[in-house]
């Protein structure tokens, strides 16, 4: 039985990245990134918020409730207008598809693990419980 090393599975998760980043999703999500930056009403809408959030923490440490809960609103109204164009909308829908992704390698490689464990001890893969634990639940069994 082969062991692999800790520098041999990094090497192949680095394989993995590479794949991944070949994937519709990874170049959806550039290609949407880049009309965003491209988009200048975008760009002036995200340096407003950005203006607005250092006032909002400015008036927040100056204890001005009320000029910070303005600011506040100015800032939802132009993210609620940020968020109703087709292009962030977009945006946003790659990031959560390239999470997804990563998210369902992480779970395949995670529950592989697990399996490939509970098999090589003779353990039940039904149960999720290794041989051992299996020796050690059996009737009779000295615990």
């Known amino acids: 039985m082969t062991k692999y090393t800790k520098e041999d599975i990094i090497a192949r998760a680095r394989e993995l990245a590479n794949m991944i980043s070949d994937t519709e999703e990874v170049d959806f999500f550039k290609r949407a990134e880049a009309q965003i930056n491209a988009n200048q009403k975008i760009s002036e809408k995200i340096a407003s918020i950005k203006s ?7 008036f927040q440490q100056y204890g001005k409730v009320e000029a910070q809960k303005m600011v506040e609103e100015k800032i939802d109204k132009i ?8 292009v962030v909308q977009e945006f946003k829908q790659s990031q959560v598809d390239v999470n997804d992704l990563l998210q369902m390698v992480a779970s395949t490689i995670s529950n592989s693990v ?8 003779g353990g039940d893969l039904l149960r999720g419980e290794t041989g051992s634990k299996v020796e050690n639940s059996a009737p009779g069994s000295c615990s």
């Open 114 to 121: 697990t399996d490939n464990i509970i098999k090589s001890t």
């Open 52 to 58: 607005l959030q250092k006032q909002a923490v400015n």
């Open 79 to 86: 993210q609620a207008e940020l968020d109703s164009l087709p």
